[in-house]
């Protein structure tokens, strides 16, 4: 599986954007990214996916660089309930690896009051 | 509405003594995971099931098995847990293609 990395902790305060980073410069043209994100004591849960363009959902947006090497994850307006690691996955396609989801080390996200 | 349902919450066993954990799906999923977290790590892939389809990744132990008896259910068994089998497990279910649903998942003790 192409690797991601991410930084370890990013900090913010409640209710401005955050811009999370990911860089993948070993993506291949048929992989997906896809970010998920863990609370405290809960499982995973999806945030958002996407392949060349960016994409927005309730929860967040994802900016894609032309050139696919890295993505950001942007939170538009932070809240306490934000914090929680976040996972840049690269999802290779059903075709290849079947149905695995493998996770990096993702960034922990604390959002200060 | 709880979809992916894991019992229990907390689980003791002894060192070398079998366990096993359950997991329930509500969401008619064909794709079951389990997932091993060890403290401040990210979740590690340890098998997936695709609908009665094993798939084990390269690197599990052969202490780790797991059974699915049935679309709703799936069983991670451990034969002779030690003490570095402390993990919260995670079991998570999927459409083939589609978003990962995780449940809250038993966070395991090996005494």
């Known amino acids: 599986d192409a690797k991601t990395t991410q930084p370890n902790s990013m900090e913010s305060n409640e209710e401005e954007p955050v811009h999370l980073p990911c860089n993948h410069s070993?993506?291949?043209?048929?992989?997906?990214i896809h970010w998920y994100r863990q609370l405290p004591s809960q499982g995973p849960e999806y945030v958002i996916h996407g392949l060349t363009s960016n994409v927005n959902n309730r929860m967040a947006s994802l900016a894609i660089a032309e050139d696919r090497k890295s993505s950001t994850l942007i939170l538009h307006r932070a809240t306490l309930r934000d914090a929680a690691v976040y996972y840049c996955i690269l999802r290779t396609p059903w075709e290849t690896s079947g149905s695995r989801l493998t996770f990096g080390e993702g960034t922990q996200l604390t959002v200060n009051p | 509405d709880a979809m992916v349902i894991q019992n229990p919450r907390y689980q003791v066993t002894q060192f070398g003594k079998p366990v096993t954990l359950s997991c329930s799906q509500t969401?008619?999923?064909?794709?079951m995971y389990w997932y091993q977290q060890k403290s401040s790590q990210a979740p590690k892939l340890l098998f997936h099931y695709y609908d009665k389809d094993f798939n084990n990744e390269a690197d599990t132990p052969d202490n780790f098995q797991s059974r699915r008896p049935n679309t709703s259910f799936c069983f991670l068994d451990i034969r002779s847990p030690g003490l570095g089998d402390a993990a919260m497990y995670l079991c998570?279910?999927?459409?083939?293609?589609?978003?990962?649903?995780f449940g809250s998942g038993t966070q395991l003790s090996v005494l």
């Open positions: 070993t993506i291949s043209g048929t992989d997906y």
């Open positions: 969401l008619n999923h064909n794709v």
């Open positions: 998570a279910t999927s459409r083939e293609r589609e978003k990962l649903f």
